[in-house]
């Protein structure tokens, strides 16, 4: 019993101690997991920062390649070419035109930056050139303005040399004051834009774009926007554009030049876009240009105003048979108010060519022309998509279209008609660069069916084809080409 005694009486005295013991191993489990929490959450804040700081983040870079091979062909009828203001026409008897295997690179670098949430940076640089050259006089045949001239607007979009060039630069400021609001300003991307984007198998321009039909050209200027939400007018927005064609300097002394006549050229336009959903696109654009120039490389007057407007409508029609078919629509109106100037031959206090702004002598009638486009394209499986197209333009239409990506000239911009087929066939690999990522051939076919002469050119008065030899009064500047093929094929590839 003693013993017993014993044992009962130790208890009380190592009982205590083991409870202790317990505690304080529990204290310094719970001081372990609260320090392994707190360096857990020092680690994560570190990795945001690092992702913060990361470039997949703020920076994103992409580009393109395309190789391309033409074969042109094309007929000039007998015709008066223009000598000058005081020498005689001569009569030019036709000939054909041809380069059967003209081959073209082009390479695109594009840049996006993100400054802060609301301010980003966008840069897309431009290499277009001919195999073998490292001038434009391969495809500066003397024949259309838009190809004989390297602009400010169209440099990049037409084959010069292997230089890399900024064709757009800009910055934009998303949700100004908190509101759906934006500004944007620097190098424009005011080329390629609706529909035309259907026949190249590129993605929408979307609310930085312009209506291809009317606009082609690297503007430098401005754009205010907003899109407000309007549940009966989903994806609307509009745009008020500003760009600058032409800064006519310091005025200069009679004695250095006499420019002082000159002004800048500018264009301002207002673009909206009813309705931009995934099946269905509406938008409508006016345009005014002001004080237009003659030779854009050394002008030497300036020849009046111009106004455009249009619209264009874009449907994609889903599961349509095997296929989803894209289908689009577009209308263009031009109108001229010539100030009576006429273009100077090479700049200021050259000859004058008596040719003013679609008239010539002292006619300063205002003229209206007209355009129309259409075209579908049929998206099969296997990425196989089989398109065409057709555009019309009146006696006097005149778009500002220098940089469009056509060979002879500018097609929307033909007083005419031109006719169009392709077949485009993506390869099935899987993207690695992003999901936008593709590589593809594009074969087509372009006739062009000239009715007037000077097509996208606004310097002289249109003559009909059937009247070049009527009179030497009807005398061009431009080789007048009646008809032309174009046989194309590309390899491209996008990232």
Known sequence: MAGVAAVSLALPFYAPAEEQNAQNKDQDVQKKVDELAKQVEALKKQVKRTEDKSLGRWLSIGGDYRFRLDSLKGGVPDYYQFMGPATAPVLTPHYYPQQDTLMTNRFGLNIKAKATEDVTFTA???????????????????????????????????????????????????????????????????????PTHVRQNGERPGVGGVPGLLVDYAFDGMTLGVAPEISALPGMFAKLCYGRGFDSGYNISPAFGNRNNLTNTDMVGVNVVWIDTDPFRFDTQWNRGFNIFDNPNNVGNQLGNMDWYGADILSTIKDFGPGNLTWFASGGVSITHPNGNHALLAGPGSPDSGAGLLVNGTDTSSHTGWAAYAGLRYDLPFGTKIGGEYNHGSQYWTPFSPAADDMWTSKLGTRGDVYEAYLIQELPLAPIASFVSKTFFRVGYQYYDFTYTGSNNWIGAPVKMTDLTASPMNAQMFAPVRWAHDIYATFEVRL
């Open 124 to 194: 897309r640089l431009l290499m277009y050139k001919t195999f073998g050259m490292q001038t434009a006089q391969a495809t500066n045949a003397g024949f259309f303005a838009d190809r004989t001239f390297v602009l400010d607007g169209n440099i990049g979009h037409i084959p010069l040399d292997n230089t890399l060039r900024v064709d757009q630069v800009y910055a934009t400021w998303n949700n100004i004051a908190g509101q759906p609001i934006w500004f944007s300003v620097g190098r424009r991307p005011s080329t390629g834009g609706s």
